[in-house]
């Protein structure tokens, strides 16, 4: 179980995260979620799609890193690309909320949260998160401010989940490729857009997409998948092929 509390000076003076890359620091994920405000920066290096959570029920956008659980091509080195969804940067950091209480009203607050056990966690390395006189570094303070702005994009994610299943925009896809060495891999259990239905939309519909800055969202998936070719280009390097 993640070891995760509230971030504090009192506690917390001495920790350290470290910002290298690498499957030791939990890198080696397969995709990570993303959202419509971002989709610009991630359709440039990664495909992207929906996947649904079976526990939660949830269906987000994602960034798509591999072509399995545990792999992702990207990391080699370090990450080899210059832009890394927000999802990945804010480890091991979380939002949380607590109650407060003003001016007799109880209400709820955001706050940040850090899992102890995670591996970019350290006494010994990696940027501090504390002054030594009290403070927060630059850097905890960046943080703080990503966690904040994944937060709203996740939020707006979900409507934008939300209008695409309104309008039934939302369709299964299967992916299928060939490396070099003859070997195939087979994509599933991921969403994309159903591009059939979306030409099919009525102006009243287009504009209320196009009103929340979704349409280009839209595209910008749909664009993404291109990407696919540099997964295949990636797996194929790492084959030695």
């Known amino acids: ?16 995260v470290i910002t290298a890359r690498g499957a030791k620091y939990g890198d080696n994920q397969w995709f990570a979620t993303t959202f419509p405000l971002e989709f610009r920066s991630c359709a440039a290096c990664y495909p992207l799609f929906f996947f649904k959570d079976n526990q939660s029920q949830q269906t ?28 990945v940067r804010r480890q091991p950091f979380l939002i949380g909320r607590q109650q407060v209480r003003e001016d007799g009203m109880v209400r709820e607050q955001r706050v940040l949260h850090i899992a102890l ?32 702005t994944l937060h709203l994009g996740m939020q707006d994610a979900n ?10 925009l939302l369709e299964p896809v299967t992916v299928n490729v060939t490396l070099k060495d003859g070997s195939s891999h ?20 287009l504009a209320q997409l196009h009103q929340h800055g ?6 910008l998936m749909i664009a993404s998948q291109a990407q696919i070719r540099q997964l295949v280009t990636l797996k194929n390097q790492q084959l030695g092929l």
């Open 1 to 16: 179980m993640t070891n995760t509390v509230l971030l504090n000076a009192a506690d917390h003076v001495d920790l350290r």
């Open 60 to 87: 987000y956008p994602v960034a798509l890193f591999g072509f399995r659980h545990g792999e992702n091509l990207f990391l080699a080195d370090g990450w080899q690309e210059q832009y890394l969804p927000l999802s």
């Open 117 to 148: 056990d995670h591996p970019r966690v350290s006494k010994d390395e990696g940027e501090p998160l504390f002054l030594p006189y009290g403070g927060q570094t630059p850097f905890l303070q960046d943080m703080a401010g990503m966690l904040e």
């Open 159 to 168: 409507n934008f989940v939300a209008l695409l299943e309104q309008y039934q």
């Open 186 to 205: 087979q994509l599933v259990g991921f969403l994309t857009i159903a591009e059939e239905q979306l030409a099919n939309l009525d102006g009243a519909a």
């Open 214 to 219: 979704y349409l280009q969202a839209i595209y």
